[in-house]
């Protein structure tokens, strides 16, 4: 799944409508429904604001409201740039003033669409991959030049913790452990140890390697 990369705003005219899109990444529905009230708060001379939200790790709490707007044609296009974009853990909120001049439905879903697509063109998208961790036990011999290499690698160093001997937490992307282990074994004469620990999710610009 794909979340945006931070929260924001974009502002787009249609007509003499403005149209004000503020999006925020949340946790869970309770932290959408707090930031729709303070967006209708802090816009509360609006003609509407209507909203739109997924939450979950798989997308499956899904709501919109037109907010008087004619039923389909704010809430419901706002929704489908969410899903579209496969994004999960985001709310948006466009806010309208009416600047005077009708747009009829089809005009309105392409406005309330366009404002919500242009936000979050605008704040940018995170993949979010799950992915195996290792631990790498190191002496503090090798150490330095062992985590040099892990951050030089395509591998994310999530952790590293001094005691007795050196420890390396690391997210392993695009190897298996076994292929991980032998490539750390190669790189330190066999002197290093690796466990397994799990997954963690980690978050990647869309696009980036």
Request: proline share 2%; hydrophobic share 40%.
């Amino acid at each position: 799944m794909r979340t945006i990369r931070r929260g924001g705003e974009h502002r787009i005219d249609v007509r003499k409508s403005r149209f004000i899109c503020a999006l925020a990444r949340v946790a869970d529905e309770d932290e959408a429904r707090a930031f729709i009230a303070r967006r209708r708060r802090q816009h509360w001379n609006a003609t509407h604001n209507c909203t739109a939200y997924v939450v979950g790790g798989d997308g499956g709490v899904q709501r919109s409201s037109d907010d008087g707007e004619p039923a389909g044609t704010a809430g419901i296009p706002m929704l489908e740039v969410l899903r579209h974009r496969g994004l999960t853990d985001t709310v948006a909120v466009v806010t309208r003033y009416f600047g005077g001049v009708k747009l009829g439905a089809g005009g309105l879903v392409r406005a309330y669409g366009s404002a919500v697509s242009a936000a979050v063109d605008a704040v940018g998208v995170l993949e979010r991959r799950s992915l195996p961790v290792m631990t790498v036990l190191a002496d503090y011999q090798q150490a330095g030049r062992l985590e040099s290499d892990l951050r030089e690698s395509r591998h994310r160093v999530l952790d590293v913790r001094y005691g007795a001997d050196v420890r390396l937490d690391v997210a392993l992307d695009g190897a298996d452990p076994a292929e991980f282990a032998a490539w750390v074994a190669e790189i330190t004469a066999g002197r290093a140890v690796c466990e397994p620990q799990g997954v963690t999710t980690v978050e990647v610009e869309v696009g980036a390697d």
